[in-house]
């Protein structure tokens, strides 16, 4: 069995990695981490692709931007 804990994310630089390394240190390792950066404008976009660079194994980080282009219509 494979979870996914999906994790939005805006300008959350200051809490981002403690929640990270919170949930590597599970014992359960066969679950996928997926962040999801909602166009912030602090360095957390940053310390996502970072962690997402450095576990390409189980637990899997992906690290996605999420764009709205809503308020040009």
Known sequence: M???V???AYN???SIS???ES???QTLKEFEILLIDDGSTDGTAGI???YASKHT???SISCLLYTS???DD
């Open 2 to 4: 494979k979870i996914s």
């Open 6 to 8: 999906i994790i939005p």
């Open 12 to 14: 959350a630089q200051k």
């Open 18 to 20: 403690r929640l990270i």
């Open 23 to 25: 949930l590597l240190s």
């Open 48 to 50: 996502c692709d970072e």
């Open 57 to 59: 194994q189980l637990p």
């Open 69 to 71: 282009d809503a308020a």
